[in-house]
């Protein structure tokens, strides 16, 4: 690209700022500081989960904990587990402990409960929490206090022009998978996506308004002629088409309809807007600086953690695809997703976010699936072709291991899947299961959801659910209830299904609510009777369809703060597969 040299000479309206070149440029770095300062409490305040996400995948993994990895170690010998499925080396813990809590912790507790009441709330056609919106509404006033302040838009609108370059960085730190401000949250990076989103809309107005109102001053100053002859004016107009088309090319139908597109042009047009706007004005290259760099980590820790390995596919039915890679032994936890290429026919080009079925098991443990497992429901070109490939082996590409839940330990959980959402809810159950054979002294029940179509729907995960619900059922001091309620009771029952322990099927479609309301019942025997004990802690995580999932959400928020306190806090997970 050619040097953009000085901003263009063209003559000033009378009345326009002289110094906007100097003052403008403070306000974007004041919106810059305010969303550093605010990003650097929030990394502060969730510092414990990023310690203990540390910790525990130091203890697992050691140091191959930062990708997928092989295991090539010789298989150990086989340890004695006998002690442990009988109960003898995990204390039961009782609710009783919970009682003792000091009142500060319990205050703690409760003021914790009603934020996370009031934050936690989705908006049905907003499909964000009130939480979320409030952050929003936060940026876009620091936004506008800063366009506003100290500015005369009317005459001179270059401050909106700059608080589109200081909008560059954030756009760019929130939306790449790799992003260190995730990282730093210890929170997947589709939780972030909603403010990529929002501050990419954002600028699109900012240049709107500064675009705009140029426009405006050169009409009624006499030199509209200006807006065809001058480079700057005509660039200008060029960057604001391109930022123009990113908006238009990712709403959301184009998103849910064409997501190739939209994704192939979204890359490619960023990078006719940097051009564009490079030749508009020479002030954008320090912005883009910050841009790139974000975006060049990411690449390179994807180059770091891409793994190529053998998998075998397995079509359940012509509805499912299992994915198996025998050869990812770790480095990963059950409920994260990877993303997926396969290298066979046309798919290597596309490569697609699938959640893991399973918790790595441990070489010994041959009863266990060794390896990677992830299933694809056919959804539509790429999950169909992957069916029709039929039971074979192919080499895959993985990407990943992103998201997952990060909670602290609970008492109580509660995991609700709809639909194919049930891969998630598996891959957290494999991984409570192995937490508490591996020594978890909290967990003690596990109320397992699936709302789904058909028996022959259930047909898809059945073995795995046989396999979870015995591992659970040989440690007593560990409750599992299996409940899978049908939309339509077509098909036959798969045979497993009566061996799995503990497993109600029916064709109720029961309310979240009445699901949730017996775990937060903590109370105690003592010599006078039932009264309420402290608990420790409930977990919700839910998949699957947006209802099901903002259901969820809003059944948790609704606990009123008293009672989320006795339980001694309820936390819950959302997780979406559409981004
Ligand atoms: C975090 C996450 C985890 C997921 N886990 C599973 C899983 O375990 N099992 C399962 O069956 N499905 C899962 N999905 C959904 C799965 O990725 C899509 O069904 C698949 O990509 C559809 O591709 P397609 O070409 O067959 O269908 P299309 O018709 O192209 O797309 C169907 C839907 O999938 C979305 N989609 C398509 N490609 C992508 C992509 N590359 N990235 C994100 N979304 C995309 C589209 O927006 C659309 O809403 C997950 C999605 C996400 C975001």
Known sequence: MSDPGAAPNIPAPPGQQDNTYI?????????????????????????????????????RDGIHGWGLYEDLSPSPVEEEKESLMNGAAIKRTDSVRWVSVSPPVRLLRAVEAVFRNAFGWEVKYVRLSVGQLFLLVGFVLTLLLCLTQNSELLLNSNRAGFMVLSLIPPVFLLSTKNSFLAFLLSI?????????????????????????????NRVINGQASLLLTEDKERRGIATISVLFLIVLTSIRPIRIFAWQFFFASHVSLYVAWFVCLNYHTPYAVPWIFPALAFYGWDIAVRMLRFRIKDANLLPVDDQMTLVHIPDASGGWRGGQHVRLRIFAGTQAFQAHPLTIINSPAPRSDKARTQGMLLGARVNGD??????????????VMLDG?????????KERVLLIAGGCGVTFTLGVLDELITGVENGDRRLREIEWVWYIRSYDCVGWFVAQLQSLALRAHAMPFLDLRVRIFLTCPCGDPPEMLASIPDCVVNTDKPK?????????????????????????????????????????????????????????????HAERFNL
């Open 23 to 59: 003052i403008d440029p403070q306000y974007a770095l004041i919106f810059t500081y305010t969303w550093v300062s605010v990003a650097a409490a929030a990394v502060l305040y969730r510092s414990p989960k990023l310690y203990r996400r540390f910790r525990n995948a130091w203890k």
């Open 401 to 409: 291991p992103y998201g997952g839940v990060n909670m602290s330990p």
């Open 512 to 572: 979240i609510e009445d699901l949730l309301a017996p775990m937060l019942d903590f109370e105690v025997e003592d010599g006078e009777g039932r009264r309420p004990a402290m608990g420790g802690g409930v977990g919700v995580a839910a998949c699957g369809p947006e209802t099901l999932v903002r259901h969820a959400q809003n059944a948790v928020a609704a606990i009123s703060p008293a009672r989320a306190a006795r339980c001694g806090g309820v936390e819950v």
């Open 382 to 395: 790429w999950t169909l072709a992957l069916n029709r490939l039929g039971k074979t082996r192919a080499w």
């Open 188 to 216: 997947g990076y589709e939780k972030l996506n909603f403010l990529h989103r929002w501050a990419g809309r954002m600028m699109f107005v900012l240049a709107c308004v500064h675009g705009g109102l140029w426009i405006n």
